[in-house]
């Protein structure tokens, strides 16, 4: 079964720091790029960023940009979110999602994760 | 950045309705547009791909189209499980989300 697995989401102050991870399984992990999406409470959907294949290509939203680095390992099938200079606003339930083709331009996702919650609050 | 707009945000209707939900681009995009479903507390599920292409899985009941900067989805005989909120997308935009509520 094709499957990704977050975590390491907690309450965290304003200006703190966090790395949440997302385990793979199920599918050949270093076949494709994948995709982290946040979602605030009762809120809409958010890309934040993204990591080609081997790791040496990645992208951001501006919201997180200089704030946040994705990373991969594929000798462990996990992707990776450092997340540095947390605000209010980064609050959300972030997701790693798969891809559904290989194409490094592929944005559209068709596995998804539950979620780890991320709370900034003082 | 190209902006995707989604009408109506809100949406009442019944078992057995047709539903069109539109999803306009701030100016032309290509066919990699793509159609969501969500339940609350669930993650997002692909319902359709490339603008058009329904994904395995879905039920024939959900039919996406357009081109330029206009495009549709549509649920055809709407089911008591349709009762959700719905996402387009392009690369990076998501749509703000149409919530379809049981009238």
């Known amino acids: 079964e094709v499957q990704l697995v977050e975590s390491g989401g907690v309450v965290v102050h304003p200006g703190g720091s966090l790395r949440l991870s997302c385990a793979a399984s199920?599918?050949?992990?270093?076949?494709?790029?994948m995709h982290w999406v946040r979602q605030p409470p009762g809120k809409g959907l958010e890309w934040v960023s993204l990591?080609?294949?081997?790791?040496?290509?990645?992208y951001y939203a501006d919201s997180v940009k200089g704030r946040f680095t994705i990373s991969r390992d594929n000798s462990k099938n996990s992707l990776y979110l450092q997340m540095n200079s947390l605000r209010s606003e980064d609050t959300a339930l972030y997701y790693c999602a798969k891809p559904k083709g290989d194409s490094p331009a592929d944005y559209q996702m068709d596995v998804w994760g539950k979620g780890t919650t991320v709370t900034v609050s003082s | 950045d190209i902006q995707m707009t989604q009408s109506p945000s809100t949406l009442s209707a019944s078992v057995g309705d047709r539903v069109t939900i539109t999803c306009r681009a701030s100016q032309s995009i290509s066919s990699w547009l793509a159609w969501y479903q969500q339940t609350p507390g669930k993650a997002p599920n692909l319902l359709i791909y490339?603008?058009?292409s329904l994904e395995s899985g879905v039920p024939s009941r959900f039919s996406g189209s357009g081109s330029g900067t206009e495009f549709t989805l549509t649920i055809n005989s709407l089911q008591p499980e349709d009762f959700a909120t719905y996402y387009c997308?392009?690369?990076?935009?998501f749509g703000q989300g149409t919530k379809v509520e049981i009238k």
């Open positions: 990591i080609n294949r081997d790791g040496r290509s990645t």
């Open positions: 997308q392009h690369y990076r935009t």
């Open positions: 199920g599918f050949s992990f270093d076949d494709y790029a």
């Open positions: 490339k603008t058009s």
